[in-house]
């Protein structure tokens, strides 16, 4: 930090009550500004892809019905299978713009976590199963928002990977698998695209909260790392705020939280914590509003050039997953469409990232913009999952279906199937589009029709009867400009997105897949085997791998060769496109070491780039490995090694196809880790990782586990809401919930049925996620609505002692 000096002189300037009232937010979206010291607030505001910025300050608590309309791009889950560089700088720089149009200085994004489990709800807002994929496309796109002087949060640090226990889980990871797959790619971010802020997550690692965790945060973000950003809590995840502070946690968001002021101030004046580690998060608050607070330049002509931004990263993130030459589509042909996701496009997740959209370009729009000839059924309706009108549906798709031999169905994950604050269920699809399936699979079976399925989601699920399709292409969750995306996707634009996660036929193959989201002690047993880390080691059928995804050409690649330059491993080739139509190429480079004396998966991704190639065209390019990337973490001297030796490389078109191997030697470290003989065993044979027992997990580990929490009466600040059952807490339960929604539901009765869909969904994630909160993380989480005498005063009450009870509610903040 070069001003360190002239931010330290500032911080001198203020007073210990000043300092306390800095580090802690002044409402949802701002944090305290003292005027007489010219210091302004930081406006903060989410999410990765959209600016939610509320219209009016005044409304700062309820920040989902009533937000400037600003462009929604593809999600980071879409955006991750573009494997493009360029892409997510490009969306980062857009965002960054709109941010400054917005007033806003620090965008609350993008999320980083790993997507341990297909199941959790926020994985739309994560890149990938892999850190290096993620760790590069985030780094990028943190450079196109700090290269227009915007701030960025890098969230959530760390595993969270779960959202029904995402207040009060604790995360059981061995060092090496956090260090590996949880952390390395936030230092990416940092190192590569100069990310400058993190926002640390609710959940417990090891044992302790992520927003007061030593290692995390102190050994690791700030000394190993070097990290001068600015570190805050997410909405409500503080515990102990003085410990917080201890480990430089520098700003409690939202804030509003007098006895958490109060807390900081005692613990100063009475010699609890130094001054000086208060003044270290003040000058961490300080730096960011001078790096970021700048002027606005742009007008609202930008929202309608991002429109392109938007589809064009659509584009280049859909995936094809299957094609007999049915596509792209005929021009002078008619087709049946089926489903409301047609009409309806599904283009953007649920929770804190639901953005108020600039303009939407439906499916429906795109097809007769460019002429597309169809007639349509309805099918289903996404907001139907039961199927109540399915019947009828069924009886008009039967009449029409016989007038076509090509039909294009449309569907995926629906609106409320996938959000923050809650897991899935199942990877199903639900009820009313399986009926749909298996419908459309009979009729194939009685007459040879090509079915086409446009599918949509912000993760993976099963495809029930995938064999009936012709052509599967992943939209994903493309944004706003979703169906222009398509329209060009199914005409002439060859896809060229690849899977950032692999797509299971059953959820039952995942290690441990019984054990995820049962109990607030979530065992990272499978360690550093996850996704196709596990998938490309054992023999297991999956329906398509990470990394995955055709064109509508075919590519060739020759004359690999490797050079070692300095730090780094310079792979180049020739890739040619042997067929009919331009696209673009994705050589995904993988790395191995067979002999390495650490267990290890059979390869990892090391490299990766996008090449556009005319038909016929050849190019001559190469992919930069650098040495750091191959290190693995050596647990029993605490530090990254590379090893010595023979390492293997596989050029690849994805995971199913391996186009060229090749083997180098490297010079390195020989060192040998020490494990106990029956888990090195385990590790070092994937197959049997199943059978590991929690008994040996603990001895992998070096600590005792704590046993999952039984909830059982008095209840107390860290019991989850929906644990707690008593008849009073099921009353205090309801009443949350609906004074939380209400603003809400009324500005929805208000709105025509057909715009409804964004506050229903809101609607869905406020009431669920609410129960998944404890009466601590609800208060602090507030921004002063719910004062935490008042919380204290609930608990009570839901422990049915009333006068208990009465005693806090009477208490003065
Ligand atoms: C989410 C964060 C988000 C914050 C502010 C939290 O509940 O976990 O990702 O940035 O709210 O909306």
Redesign the pocket.
């Known amino acids: 930090m070069d001003n360190y000096l002239e931010l330290f002189n500032k911080v001198k300037t203020l007073t210990l009550e000043e300092k306390a009232s800095l580090v802690t937010g002044y409402n949802t979206w701002f944090t305290f500004p003292i005027l007489n010291k010219d210091i302004p607030s930081l406006v903060v505001s989410?999410?990765p892809n959209g600016i939610r910025k509320e219209i009016k300050e005044e409304d700062v608590a309820n920040?989902f019905s009533n937000t400037v309309r600003s462009t929604c791009f593809p999600s980071l889950s879409t955006l991750a299978c573009s494997f493009n560089e360029e892409t997510t700088y490009n969306v980062g720089e857009a965002l960054a713009k709109e941010a400054r149009l917005f007033g806003v200085d620090f965008v609350?994004?993008p999320?980083l976590n790993i997507k341990r489990n297909p199941l959790c709800g926020r994985n739309f807002e994560y890149f990938s199963e892999d850190p290096f994929l993620t760790g590069k496309l985030a780094a990028s796109f943190s450079r196109g928002i700090r290269d227009k002087d915007v701030g960025l949060t890098l969230?959530?640090f760390a595993l969270n990977n779960t959202e029904n226990h995402r207040f009060n889980g604790n995360s059981n990871v061995d060092e090496r698998a956090m260090r590996e797959i949880y952390l390395s790619q936030f230092k990416m971010a940092i190192d590569e695209g100069r990310a400058n802020g993190i926002?640390t997550s609710?959940n417990k690692v090891n044992d302790e909260h992520a927003s007061e965790n030593p290692h995390l945060l102190v050994d690791i973000l700030r000394n190993e790392w070097n990290f001068e950003g600015l570190v805050m809590s997410?909405?409500?995840g503080i515990k102990d705020r003085v410990k917080s502070v201890c480990t430089q946690n520098d700003l409690e968001m939202p804030g509003n939280t007098p006895l958490n002021k109060k807390r900081i101030i005692d613990a100063v004046n009475n010699k609890k914590i130094s001054e000086d580690l208060l003044d270290l998060c003040c000058i961490h608050i300080l730096n960011a509003i001078k790096e970021t607070k700048k002027e606005n330049t742009y007008n609202e002509s930008i929202l309608d050039e991002h429109i392109k931004v938007a589809v064009d990263a659509a584009i280049d993130s859909a995936v094809l997953l299957k094609n007999n030459g049915v596509l792209p589509l005929k021009n002078d042909k008619k087709y049946l469409v089926i489903g409301d996701l047609f009409k309806k496009l599904r283009f953007q997740g649920a929770g804190?990232s639901q953005i108020n959209p600039y303009k939407i370009i439906t499916n429906e729009e795109a097809f007769n913009n460019h002429n597309i000839k169809y007639e349509f059924a309805q099918g289903y309706y996404d907001f139907d999952s039961e199927g109540t009108k399915q019947g009828e549906l069924n009886i008009e798709l039967i009449n029409k279906i016989k007038d076509y031999d090509t039909i294009i169905y449309f569907g995926g994950l629906t609106s409320l199937s996938e959000s923050?604050g809650f897991d899935r269920e199942t990877l199903e699809l639900p009820y009313n589009q399986r009926n749909v399936i298996e419908l459309l699979s009979k009729i194939k079976e009685d007459d040879n029709k090509e079915i086409i399925f446009i599918s949509y989601g912000g993760a993976p699920y099963i495809i029930p009867h995938e064999n009936i399709f012709s052509a599967i292409l992943h939209m994903a969750l493309p944004g706003e400009g979703g169906g222009e995306a398509l329209a060009q996707l199914l005409l002439n634009v060859s896809p060229s997105g690849k899977l950032s996660e692999t797509w299971l036929r059953d959820y039952k193959d995942l290690p441990f897949n019984e054990e995820y989201g049962k109990t607030n002690e979530e065992y990272y047993k499978e360690s550093i085997y996850v996704g196709y880390r596990y998938f490309s080691t054992i023999p297991k059928k999956i329906l398509y791998p990470f990394g995955y995804g055709l064109t509508y050409t075919t590519f060739i690649y020759k004359e690999l060769n490797i050079k070692e330059k300095e730090d780094s491993l310079i792979v180049s080739f020739k890739i040619k496109n042997t067929g009919g139509y331009k696209a673009k190429a994705v050589p995904e480079l993988y790395v191995g070491k067979e002999d390495s004396r650490f267990f290890r998966p059979k390869y990892e991704l090391k490299g990766f780039k996008k090449v556009e190639l005319e038909p016929g065209e050849e190019k001559e390019t190469s992919i930069e490995v650098k040495k750091d990337y191959l290190k693995v973490y050596f647990t029993d001297e605490s530090r990254f090694v590379l090893e010595d030796g023979r390492y293997e490389f596989y050029l690849a078109e994805s995971l199913k196809e391996n186009i060229l191997t090749f083997s180098y030697k490297l010079e390195g470290e020989k060192v040998e880790p020490h494990y106990d003989e029956d888990i090195r065993n385990i590790y070092f044979n994937p197959a049997k990782l199943t059978k590991l027992t929690n008994e040996q997990f603990a001895r992998f580990l070096g600590r005792k586990l704590n046993e999952p929490i039984k909830v059982k009466k008095p209840y107390n600040m860290e019991t989850r809401l929906s644990d707690m059952n008593s008849f009073i807490a099921n009353r205090v339960k309801k009443a949350i919930v609906k004074s939380a929604t209400k603003s809400i539901v009324e500005a929805s009765k208000k709105k025509p049925k057909e715009d409804r869909i964004n506050d229903e969904k809101s609607i869905n994630f406020i009431s669920k996620s609410i129960l998944s909160n404890t009466f601590r993380s609800l208060c602090f989480?507030s921004s002063g609505m719910l004062k935490e005498y008042t919380a204290n005063g609930l608990l009570e009450l839901c422990n049915g002692h009333i006068f208990k009870a009465l005693k806090y509610f009477m208490k003065k903040e």
């Open positions: 989410d999410g920040g609350l994004g999320g969230k959530h926002m609710y997410d909405w409500g804190s923050e989480s």
